[in-house]
């Protein structure tokens, strides 16, 4: 056993033993201990050149008390982190709420799963939250009551609370105000208050929300809800017993997929939900006559509602019977044979650029691809924030579906963002479920408190045909082109 000293830099190392049984890879070893160099970068000078790590050390003749030298640059030491390690249950539970990538679900106050997930469905919608984000007293419309204004900032609240939270939140004061803005939710059999139609919470909802949100001003695209989801149809109104014909327009929230025998699909349900008659009194014959009512869509929203017609009343029970009929609906859907001749004229070049992007991905040669420039697409994740900000396409968009000539322009083709189903047989019992697309593109159920991930391909399983969960109402986000 030899003691040496080495010198390293300015630094001296004194009393280091070299086992001389060992190669001198161990002695460097040792000095990567005390000096943070791999032996792989030490040179030590030694008599005949550098130490090699097989030498013999009898050969090297090193001497008992020698000083050797060494040259090589340490490893960069590790520094401790900044900030303590904090593991996610420790963190603040707004922060553990945007780790999850979803929100907390909501409490079931009694026969409220309607309530809850109509809450669910619409707080998916981001423009929504930024308009509701947007709302005060000071920017309130006269034409909008006391109550409308309180159902809008709890709702705005609501929203908040589900965001900031992972356990699930109670919406009590949402709950109490809803019931005090529409009596109806309030019905109590038994002591107990009664299970509600969601499509009617929906509805009020929505149509409270649009007058609260709606700028104190006369121009159309002051109304935000009536931009992210008024569908405009322009109708033919005809009379086949005296030939009057009339043409209407009329704003809805949503579109009406009826269901018989004749429909398996959601777009025949569409289709027939567009034609209906009406009794109205005919000025030729100077009494009450049949008119048949045709419509068509003229403008697209940003989201497309449907409305799943499974529920009609029953005289024989006196209540509310469902339709059980399965109708499949898609991911994508497609309603451009739905519109106007005139809208049908403004989609066309947006369409084709749809097209034409696809084929470039399928390596097709396309009709515009040596003239015209790239062309960006954005479908159900379209530009958003993670506090609910979009782009102001949303509510720019005109008839055409285009925010300008520039701009972003609909396709008339739309993806499935969230799907509110019933599970029983009458809309005054059973229960209802939300089920949402996360801008992740994972699908989260959410069973009241218990907030789930399910794979897409089970989302359009939700068709109906038996006592499972089917669709009552579903949503759709359209999808851009840039152009």
Not at 88 to 100: G, I, M, V
Not at 103 to 118: D, E, I, P, R, W
Not at 265 to 284: N, R, V, Y
Request: with cysteine; glycine share 8%.
């Amino acid at each position: 056993m030899l003691t040496v000293s080495v010198k390293w830099q300015k630094k001296v190392f004194e009393g280091i033993e070299i086992d001389v049984t060992l190669p001198p890879y161990v002695f460097k070893a040792q000095l990567y201990d005390l000096t943070g160099v791999p032996p792989e970068r030490q040179k030590i000078m030694v008599k005949g050149g550098l130490l090699k790590d097989d030498a013999d050390w009898s050969a090297i003749g090193v001497k008992d008390g020698q000083k050797l030298m060494m040259m090589g640059t340490a490893d960069e030491i590790v520094k401790a982190p900044e900030k303590a390690i904090v593991f996610a249950e420790d963190l603040p539970e707004e922060e553990q709420a945007t780790n999850l990538g979803y929100s907390a679900g909501l409490v079931n106050l009694g026969n409220t799963c309607y309530m809850n997930s109509t809450v669910q469905c619409l707080k998916s919608v981001p423009e929504l939250k930024s308009a509701l984000s947007n709302y005060s007293l000071a920017g309130r419309s006269n034409d909008v009551d006391q109550t409308s204004h309180m159902l809008t900032v709890a709702t705005r609240e609501l929203f908040g609370d589900l965001d900031r939270s992972v356990n699930a939140v109670s919406p009590t004061q949402f709950w109490m105000v809803l019931r005090k803005k529409f009596p109806q939710f309030s019905q109590l059999q038994n002591g107990m208050h009664m299970q509600q139609d969601a499509e009617e919470c929906w509805t009020q909802l929505l149509y409270t929300l649009s007058q609260s949100l709606k700028a104190p001003t006369s121009s159309e695209d002051s109304d935000a809800v009536k931009a992210l989801f008024g569908v405009n149809l322009r109708s033919r109104v005809h009379c086949q017993e005296s030939g009057e014909e009339s043409s209407e327009t009329e704003s809805v929230y949503s579109l009406k997929c009826h269901i018989s025998h004749e429909v398996n699909h959601l777009h025949e349900g569409l289709k027939h939900g567009l034609k209906g008659e009406l009794e109205k009194t005919s000025p030729a014959l100077g009494r009450t006559a049949v008119y048949l009512k045709e419509s068509l869509i003229d403008s697209l929203p940003r989201y497309l509602t449907v409305q799943f017609v499974r529920f009609f009343w029953k005289r024989e029970t006196n209540q509310k019977a469902k339709i059980l009929r399965k109708v499949d609906y898609p991911l994508e859907l497609d309603i451009y044979d739905l519109c106007s001749e005139d809208l049908r004229k403004k989609l066309e070049a947006p369409r084709q650029k749809l097209r034409d992007e696809e084929g470039k991905k399928l390596g097709l040669q396309t009709k515009s691809s040596s003239k015209d420039g790239d062309v960006k697409m954005t479908d159900a994740e379209a530009p958003s924030n993670e506090s609910g900000e979009s782009s102001t396409a949303a509510q720019q968009e005109g008839a055409g579906g285009s925010s300008s000539e520039k701009g972003t322009h609909m396709t008339g083709i739309y993806d499935l963002v969230s799907v509110l189903t019933h599970k029983g047989r009458s809309a005054d019992s059973g229960h209802y479920v939300a089920w949402v697309k996360q801008e992740s593109g994972k699908w989260i159920q959410y069973d009241d408190s218990y907030p789930s991930v399910q794979r897409e391909e089970d989302i359009t399983k939700l068709s109906g045909g038996g006592d499972w969960h089917m669709a009552y109402i579903i949503m759709y986000k359209a999808r851009f082109v840039s152009m």
